[in-house]
């Protein structure tokens, strides 16, 4: 990747933070979070549909039967894109509406409709990026055992060869988004769906995710070639100890091993963690290895996908009885700044964690898939969303971004989420992510502050001095 003015860690001509060229931007959606139409044209059940409409699990009983609508309003969101001209979007397949059972034969409708997408971003310039796995697993699939078993797995691989003979001219596949909330809030806590709360369950599912990210990337590949660039996007949480005590650097370290190096070292080093394997084996957790199952784990990435939003202070506690066994206590910071959802805000954060990547693993290229923060949004008299806090995020972590460039790091892409207020899993409706904002009433669109400022950076390619694009500091 080339180098330009500005991306050594020096500020450019004018003073902004340029980027190197063919630095990518975009944001980020997911089919149930933003499709609705769960009905339409043969579209199956997903574990996300049987999950939200039993009572109790989710925000105020909310759905995602309409959502956003996308399903009939892509064009819609297409064109708003275009105006802002914001260069790529990674948008996720839904597996119930390609194979409403999981299993069989692709559905015509489900492939076309994605078809559609492709070509309608393409159409108006923007770069399609295709994530296969955001969370909607059929129902079927789920009730025959769900990731627990490794038949899922190998029914993930007959949904990318069928994803990528009709979408061929896609050059960026994620393969499966966040395995550890899919696994461990899925199968662990039961906070998702589908709403098991067993360690044994969580940790097979961790383990056949990841299968299930090898075989795909095996039949993107043979279906693609070498054109394909095919990557996995992991929820990586850096885990500060509270302290220099032994104790609490212990409980750090404990964190840190089954959010990040659960997922990272096998992927990355061919092998799981021992300190983690063994304390989950102690708690009768145990991992369903396969002969070749480490070689076909780590599969060479051509990218890792980085999705960032906080950083965790912790503290030791109690191991008894605490969740896998790890013994954490979060420690409150005071005057920390902090988001809707009460995560800490932390650009730096993410220039730590990015440049720890870079140092400690073999990584491949780089890229943020998902970066950004719910705030209280709201449409003022003059019909504006002023979301002020939001530009300022985004201004921190472009930010950061910049900085572990300069470090040396070889990232080449930052994706927003989200283009659109939407549904937001456990949280339903009730937290705002997008720089658009979304009356879910009318489904009126209105682009935010925030999307006018982000905007600017990607059409400039830089973060200018005052933190807008470098074209620009007003952020309007």
């Not at 050594?8 to 990518?24: C, V």
Request: hydrophobic share 40%.
């Amino acid at each position: 990747m080339s180098r330009v003015e500005g991306a050594g860690g020096q500020p450019g001509p004018g003073g902004e933070r340029r980027f190197p060229d063919g630095f990518l931007w975009g944001v980020s959606t997911a089919a149930y979070q933003v499709e609705g139409a769960v009905s339409k044209d043969g579209r199956g059940e997903s574990i996300w549909d049987r999950f939200s409409h039993a009572p109790g699990r989710t925000f105020h009983g909310d759905t995602g039967d309409v959502a956003c609508d996308q399903y009939h309003r892509i064009g819609e969101d297409v064109e708003l894109m275009a105006e802002l001209q914001i260069p790529a979007l990674r948008f996720s397949v839904a597996w119930p509406r390609i194979q409403p059972e999981g299993r069989g034969p692709a559905s015509r409708a489900g492939l076309d409709h994605y078809r559609r997408v492709v070509d309608l971003l393409r159409q108006h310039g923007i770069e399609p990026v295709v994530t296969l796995y955001h969370w909607d697993l059929p129902q079927p699939l789920e009730d025959a055992g769900g990731w627990r078993s490794r038949e899922t797995a190998l029914r993930f691989a007959d949904l990318a060869e069928a994803v990528a003979g009709a979408l061929s001219d896609v050059g960026l596949w994620v393969t499966v988004n966040e395995p550890w909330v899919a696994a461990f809030l899925g199968y662990g806590t039961g906070e998702h769906a589908p709403g098991a709360t067993d360690l044994a369950s969580a940790v097979a599912a961790s383990h056949h995710l990841l299968v299930a990210h090898g075989l795909a990337t095996r039949a993107l590949r043979a279906r693609l070639g070498a054109e394909a660039r095919v990557g996995i996007s992991l929820n990586l949480v850096p885990a500060i100890p509270a302290s220099d005590a032994p104790e609490d650097l212990a409980a750090a370290g404990r964190l840190d091993g089954l959010t990040n190096r659960w997922f990272l070292d096998p992927l990355l080093r061919g092998r799981y963690p021992s300190d983690v394997l063994g304390r989950l084996s102690a708690q009768g957790a145990e991992v369903p290895l396969v002969e070749g199952d480490e070689a076909l784990v780590a599969v060479p990435l051509d990218f890792l996908g980085v999705n960032y939003y906080t950083t965790r202070t912790v503290a030791a506690a109690p191991v008894e009885g605490s969740f896998a066994g790890l013994g954490v206590a979060d420690v409150d910071l005071p005057g920390a700044a902090r988001t809707a959802k009460n995560w800490r805000i932390d650009p730096e954060g993410l220039t730590a964690l990015l440049c720890r990547l870079s140092s400690e693993y073999p990584v491949p290229p780089l890229y943020v898939t998902e970066n950004g923060a719910a705030f209280c949004d709201y449409v003022d008299p003059e019909g504006e969303v002023r979301d002020l806090e939001r530009v300022e995020y985004l201004a921190g972590h472009v930010r950061a971004c910049h900085e572990a460039i300069a470090r040396g790091v070889d990232l080449r892409g930052y994706f927003v989420w989200s283009l659109l207020d939407n549904f937001e899993w456990a949280d339903g409706y009730s937290m705002r992510f997008g720089l658009v904002y979304v009356d879910y009433g009318t489904q009126r669109r209105v682009p935010k502050r925030s999307a006018r400022f982000y905007a600017g950076v990607a059409r400039d390619n830089a973060l200018g001095v005052e933190g807008a694009g470098a074209g620009s500091v007003s952020g309007q």
